[in-house]
């Protein structure tokens, strides 16, 4: 088989994973301008944007001679359920011969999942099976670790860019684990190569820390979400995004027994806020936020596809939470029309907001007893898009 996977964040892991399990690799090429007009076209126009994406990445990879495409599924009344479906019907309707195989939720059928498994392991042994999975689980973990080290240092680096070229070099090492001793090898290349970045000296007090919260596409993928994450380091934020591929491998694939995902105290976060499991990544998004809350973060990125449900539902609650828990969200609805100067202009506008906070500028206090924003701090911030839930406040709470 040629197979060919989503590009979603770093594909390092499930390209890896298929190459050990001696499939011929198609690596989809980064999501473009290309790949989206492909996708709209293609797409029903309700659809939502990350499937608009994915049916722009099949098609090129088709064009590139894929025969296969395997991706995961989606769960709950999330339309990322039917995505498969969808796109299988779709690609078979234009004329090509492809199979698609999505990877649900282990638990919900196991005896399909494992029918899926017999096929794509492509006539290895079990043992071998299990070996090439324990490798790629560690390989997630691995780069994760990493890459949590660039978003942090990203923010204080004396050379712009420099972190973000060291990552770009850390995925290159990784191209060439094929057992154990390398990935230890190549983890110790990545940690020698950040701790070889050159930061500039930053008091403690001075420091912002960003959560990155949203439906997991368009939170990991850096090419639809106008590469947030470099964006916020430039402005000098820490970064940590609510999604990892290993923290999704730990709460969805890996049995409950031998682990226990980050995701679950998540949802309990959640829960006094959504109490229905609605699909997506909504009740994961509000406890997110509480958790940045509570771990004293200045601010959250709320980055949804434009009439995604579950994160619209996850958006009406969030200025409960806000006003609950004193911290600020920035919210922005991504997809084909999203302009990347726009997206600029309400960031900055937003860690401006947050700097002012921090050295206490955007506080008047008016007597004793109340706090209120000044009229002109407020039509500042109306104009650069910011409402006053986004700022953490309210004209009696500030």
């Not at 293609?42 to 990445?57: A, D, N, T």
């Not at 942090?152 to 191209?175: D, L, N």
């Not at 955007?362 to 104009?383: A, C, F, G, M, P």
Request: negative net charge; charged residues 25%; proline residues 4%.
């Amino acid at each position: 088989m040629k197979v060919t996977f989503p590009h979603m964040g770093n594909t390092m892991v499930y390209k890896k994973l298929l190459e050990l399990l001696g499939h011929e690799i198609i690596d989809p090429p980064v999501p473009s301008k290309r790949t989206i007009d492909l996708g709209v076209k293609h797409s029903p126009e309700f659809s939502c944007f990350p499937m608009k994406v994915l049916m722009g990445s099949y098609l090129e990879a088709l064009e590139m001679g894929a025969d296969t495409i395997i991706s995961s599924g989606g769960h709950g009344p999330c339309r990322a359920g039917y995505y498969g479906e969808t796109h299988q019907r779709i690609l078979n309707s234009l004329g090509h011969e492809v199979e698609v195989i999505i990877f649900d939720d282990f638990k919900d059928d196991f005896k399909d999942s494992m029918r899926k498994v017999w096929k794509v392991k492509n006539g290895k042994s079990w043992a071998e099976v299990w070996r090439t999975l324990k490798l790629s689980y560690r390989m997630s973990k691995a780069l994760d670790r990493l890459e949590k080290q660039i978003q942090i240092k990203r923010a204080y680096e004396a050379h712009t860019g420099e972190s973000t070229r060291v990552w770009e070099g850390i995925q290159g090492c990784f191209e060439r684990v094929y057992n154990d001793t390398d990935l230890i090898e190549a983890e110790a290349q990545g940690q020698n190569a950040i701790e070889g970045i050159k930061l500039r000296q930053v008091p403690q007090e001075k420091r912002i820390k960003i959560g990155v919260v949203g439906e997991i596409y368009v939170v990991m993928e850096q090419s639809i979400n106008m590469k947030i994450e470099e964006l916020l380091g430039g402005l000098n934020a820490e970064v940590e995004r609510s999604q990892y591929l290993s923290d999704w491998i730990d709460f969805n694939l890996l049995p409950k027994r031998y682990t226990k995902p980050h995701e679950l105290e998540i949802l309990k976060l959640g829960e006094p806020y959504i109490q229905e499991m609605i699909g997506g990544h909504a009740k994961q998004t509000v406890g997110h936020i509480v958790d940045y809350a509570q771990r004293g973060f200045d601010g959250v990125i709320h980055l949804m596809p434009f009439a995604c449900l579950p994160e619209l539902i996850s958006q009406s609650v969030i200025p409960t939470i806000t006003k609950e828990w004193g911290i600020p969200v920035l919210s922005l609805s991504i997809d084909e029309q999203t302009g990347t100067a726009n997206v600029q202009t309400r960031v900055e506008a937003f860690i401006d907001m947050i700097k002012m906070k921090k050295s206490k500028l955007l506080n008047t206090i008016t007597d004793s007893q109340n706090v209120e924003v000044k009229n002109e701090d407020l039509l500042y911030w109306h104009r650069r898009g910011l409402s006053q839930y986004q700022c953490g406040c309210s004209r009696q709470s500030v």
